[in-house]
């Protein structure tokens, strides 16, 4: 069974930076799409970054472009999101996924693919 466990949230002042680590077990082939979303309460869970694919570029939402980086590891089973220059409309709960659409257009659908538990990131002002 596929376990996905993130860390690295935190508190963090606007400007500041975190990163967000995610590992995969369980997984007997990583070449599947991954990546990062996040939620606010009430709102519906959006996406961050993602990878389709081991050595595509990856996508990331016009908010996160030139702050965030995804990087990939296949090797390791891991994906890392390292975000900077945060704003305090980046916080939320953010969750790493393996096995769930690429696209800045899809909409979140329950159900499909592998999630974690995900983890707080609060950016104070």
């Known amino acids: 069974q596929t376990q996905v466990v993130e860390s690295g949230g935190g508190v963090v002042q606007a400007g500041g930076s975190l990163r967000l680590s995610c590992t995969f077990s369980?997984?007997?082939?990583?070449?599947?799409?991954m990546g990062w979303w996040r939620q606010i309460p009430g709102k519906e869970r959006e996406l961050v970054a993602c990878?389709?694919?081991?050595?595509?570029?990856?996508l990331y939402v016009d908010s996160a472009k030139g702050r965030f980086t995804l990087e990939r590891n296949d090797a390791e089973n891991s994906l890392v999101l390292q975000m900077n220059s945060l704003r305090s409309e980046d916080t939320a709960m953010y969750y790493c996924?393996?096995?769930?659409?690429?696209?800045?257009?899809?909409?979140?659908?329950?159900?499909?693919?592998?999630w974690g538990q995900g983890t707080q990131v609060t950016v104070s002002s």
């Open positions: 990878s389709r694919q081991v050595g595509a570029d990856p």
């Open positions: 996924a393996i096995g769930y659409f690429c696209s800045r257009s899809e909409p979140y659908r329950p159900g499909i693919g592998s």
């Open positions: 369980g997984v007997p082939d990583m070449d599947h799409s």
